[in-house]
């Protein structure tokens, strides 16, 4: 038996199919993994995430910390807003990818992967002896992600009225505290929406209030797809310790300005663009019909080669989609060795879906 | 539990035969669809074609994975489900009926290594533990 979140009888009393994820007991589907995925496109969807890792920062030196622990620069950040970024080792690897909120000037919330939370953990420790902080991993709250363009008129019946409008004004990366609900305007899917971090003991409650004004249970299978589709990478898959953001379509989340903000990992980067990236991660289409899958060898002709590292099948395109590392100067086409044959497949710029509908692939003739 | 009809016979590879007349009619339990989940492609092999018992004859992916079908009889193919094609969900909606795979005529009577409906039930069972 693995660890279970406070939703498991949630996901039962739903007839999940359920599978372990990284230790956890969690929702693969409640029927139908592809009427999941279509439910968040055009309606609403609402995910059990309860199994990823919050942890608080709170101290004197937080600020401090997090500037030279994180790749993405926490000076971005005012109370109340959020940022994605990577945490690397000093060889520039990806530790994690994570989100954090800043609440105020000595207190901040990570979001950070259920896969690494033990690793996560010891180095976020490691990390922390220089610093007057105070770490602590908040294993008492509970997290929902409510995804999909018709979430906003869903939920207001589930709040005061000045509440609604609160969660409503939100902007893109943006959190507010309501009552004992942390709701933040992000997600992992490609849509509209909320995640909600809340105590444990209200979050089967509030479970059965949002599948109530219609927004329906998903399971992992379509966030996969979902994310898939929207371009987002999966750490362990599209990343991980080997890679560093520069060979992982992340080089936007890397503050290299201000130049005498030390951060881990900072030195390795500047080498290896001083060096010249040799790898890059980008989309893929295939061409003709099938499903792209995990660690198929990509052939670039006169290029060289490269490897999926997420495939799958899009059930808004109705086609095999990837995301694939693959050597820098790779142009618009390449080969896949699917089932002992060579397909071809179109490269281009993720997104592959954007807010419901077919992202205008940009030909990868520039990044 | 899924569905497992008495009136079929069954491979160890998850396949049902239904005969009709001169010419038998092939698909994957309800158990097989279960276990891959969502279909969302099929490959199936052109008519005229003749396969061995055991050898790949049709090639059907989910959302999770991809498997191959095998011949669970020898035999040429006379038909195959073309909706499927468009439509390979009809496998998981209804896979003795709607989303049966293909049609072959046997080479010989090589029913008796197939196995019964209680006999497919049991294996599928002890695959479960």
Redesign the interface.
Known sequence: MGKRTPLYECHLQAEAKIVDFAGWDMPLHYGSQLQEHHQVRQDAGLFDVSHMTIVDFTGRDVSLYLKHLLANNVDRLVPGKALYTCMLNEQGGIIDDLIVYKLSEDFYRLVVNSGTHDKDLAWLAKQAKAFQITIKERTDLAMLAIQGPRVRQKIASLFTPAQTQLILDLKSFHAVTVDDYFVARTGYTGEEGFEIILPASKASTFWQQLVAVGIKPCGLGARDTLRLEAGLNLYGADMDEKVTPLESNLSWTVAFEPADRDFIGRSALLEQQLAGVRYKLVGLVLEGQGVLRNHQKVIVDGVGEGEITSGSFSPTLNKGIALARVPVNTKESCLVGMRGKLVPAQVVKPPFVRQGKQAENKKNLVI | MSSVPKALKYSKTHEWVREEDDTVIIGITDHAQTML??L??V?LPELEFSFEMGQECA?I?S??A?ADIYCPISGEVVEINELLLDNP?LI?EDPYGKGWLLRLRPFENDFKELLTAEQYTKLVASEAH
Do not use: S
């Open positions: 989940g969502d969302v492609y490959e090639v992916e959302v999770k991809a969900q998981n």
